[in-house]
């Protein structure tokens, strides 16, 4: 009778492709995917800073315009996105240790062909390979976590997955200001490829194999919908905020036209019998606001990231070290709370922290309305501190209800999810809060352009950058404080425009996620034993 129950438990806990080795090393199996995490967000941590470098003329950069730029980091984001559910599908099907692998050996190489690109047209289509083989690499990261990990423990594990976020954050300016200041512009890239290689050595000798184990037909018309979906809209969304509008036909064409594929992926996957996504997902509150969430959050961040670099290197005259190590209070807040923010959903609940996270966000997002071109260093330092410990208690609460509402076997699909909103919210982010940015510029900076030659203004009046390289060549310098000005007078309007997308996020996740979950008493064993099966 004692060992009658033994048999029961047994199975639940440890399926046949989660082998009992691969359990116990498990926490190494997680510092291999942090690794090829780390190196996914730090390219981009580092291209950030060093944008202005980009930009500047042979042999120092490119001689990158503004809309050159944005490409740079958006044709990451075009593919990234566009083929980010397409391979958390893959990596479900054929194995997600494949999808890493496969993932990480493209990123590497697209990585050393940006580090020696000899124009902007070619670091935007080597960046575009880049984010193939990162939208191989980001959603498998976390569906092997979810298959590594058993139920109770993945809230812990999803936290120090996202606290290695905030190490990119951190690593990433710091590499990129020491790297810039002893090496030329491509070394940013360059110093991906032997990460890689350490991270193909370790992911090649620590990680599990894991698939879906009954994956059904492929539902190949869906995942063609899915990506033509996702590169039109992201695309258009691009566009409108290259030409900082989105009416123009260039812009509505491809928008329009991806919400309508995407609304035909959605109706197919509700008849199909083989869905690539279980749409009815979205039918739970807590999923629906959680993916929400992140886009939200991304969406606010990501357009500011962008400005800022400008406003501390051009505005502030800071070097891209002093910018990076500006950052490390918003690195190391997301380092420290993100593995904890697990102990306050367990005392206050998911919609309480995450709440209260969006609103520390929103909060910092704002105080960028208040900077101005003698800003104190402390302030900016406690503004990123506080934007940090908001992220850090965003993003493992709502990653942890996306992938605990799917099952454990589509946990690529789930992921792909997650990431998927995130890089569509960073898309709309820097395309709609740099066309705000954009237009309070021109529109600030126009009536002082009447110093310079006709034929310069258009291209003076398109940025901070165009500006100043206009005003150094023809010695105008009369133009310099109002340029200056100008872009302090545009940030501060998109920083009221980003804290309020943040602050409609916080009444999101204070509207549908779930509140604080009472411990229960005598029945905690039982209690504990009937969420396994779910999960699996």
């Known amino acids: 009778m004692v060992r009658m129950p033994e048999p029961s438990p047994v199975p639940a806990p ?52 503004q809309s050159e730029l944005e490409w740079a980091i958006n044709s990451y984001t075009l593919v990234f996105a566009g083929l980010l559910f397409a391979s958390g599908l893959l990596g479900d099907r054929l194995g997600r240790k494949k999808s890493l692998l496969f993932g990480l050996t493209v990123f590497g190489v697209g990585s050393a062909l940006a580090a020696l690109s000899g124009s902007p047209g070619e670091l935007i289509a080597y960046r575009a390979v880049m984010g193939l083989g990162a939208a191989f690499v980001m959603p498998a990261t976390l569906a092997v976590l979810m298959n590594v990990f058993e139920r109770d423990e993945q809230p812990k594990a999803i936290g120090i997955w996202a606290g290695s ?48 184990p009954a994956p059904g037909r492929i539902d190949l018309v869906g995942v063609l919908l899915s990506v033509l979906g996702l590169v039109l809209l992201v695309y258009g969304i691009i566009r409108g905020g290259e030409q900082a509008s989105f009416t123009e036909p260039g812009v509505l064409a491809p928008v329009l036209g991806g919400l309508a594929v ?96 969006m609103a520390a966000v929103a909060l910092g997002l704002g105080a960028f309305a208040f900077f101005d071109a003698d800003t104190p260093v402390w302030v900016m330092a406690l503004v990123f501190l506080v934007q940090g410990a908001g992220m850090a208690h965003i993003m493992p609460p709502v990653t942890v209800a996306i992938m605990q509402t799917l099952p454990r076997e589509k946990a690529g699909s789930g992921s792909a999810v997650n990431n998927t909103f995130r890089q569509v919210g960073g898309a709309l982010g820097v395309a709609v809060l740099g066309s705000v940015l954009s237009s309070v510029y021109r529109g600030e900076i126009e009536p002082h352009l009447d110093v310079l030659p006709p034929a310069v203004r258009t291209t003076a ?75 699996r």
């Open 14 to 65: 440890a399926p046949p492709r989660v082998p009992e080795a691969v359990h116990r090393r498990r926490w190494a199996v997680l510092g291999v995917l942090m690794l090829s995490l780390l190196i996914v967000v730090l390219d981009n941590s580092i291209l950030n800073v060093a944008v202005k470098t980009i930009a500047s003329p042979a042999p120092t950069g490119l001689g990158a315009t």
């Open 262 to 357: 995407l609304t035909a992926f959605v109706l197919y996957e509700r008849r199909s019998d083989h869905p690539a996504l279980d749409v009815s997902y979205f039918r739970k509150p807590v999923f629906s606001a959680a993916v929400a969430a992140i886009a939200l959050v991304f969406f606010a961040l990501m357009g500011v990231t962008f400005f800022s670099a400008f406003y501390l290197q051009s505005v502030r005259g800071y070097s891209a070290l002093d910018s990076g190590l500006l950052l490390l209070p918003l690195a190391l807040a997301q380092m420290v709370f993100a593995p904890r923010a697990r102990l306050a959903v367990a005392r206050f609940g998911a919609r309480a922290v995450c709440a209260t996270g």
């Open 461 to 535: 009046g398109e940025s901070l950058e165009a500006t100043l390289a206009v005003a150094e060549k023809l010695h105008a310098d009369a133009l310099v404080a109002p340029a200056y000005q100008a872009f302090l007078d545009a940030m501060h309007v998109t920083a009221y425009a980003s804290a309020g997308i943040a602050a409609v996020g916080a009444v999101v996740v204070a509207r549908f996620l779930p509140g604080r979950t009472p411990a229960p008493d005598a029945p905690a064993p039982a209690a504990a034993k009937a969420p396994e099966p779910a999960g």
């Open 165 to 212: 976020v905030g190490l990119a954050i951190a690593i990433g300016p710091i590499t990129g200001g020491i790297l810039l200041e002893h090496f030329w512009w491509g070394s940013i890239f360059l110093i991906n490829v032997p990460v890689v290689l350490l991270g193909l050595g370790l992911m090649a000798w620590l990680v599990p194999e894991s698939k879906d």
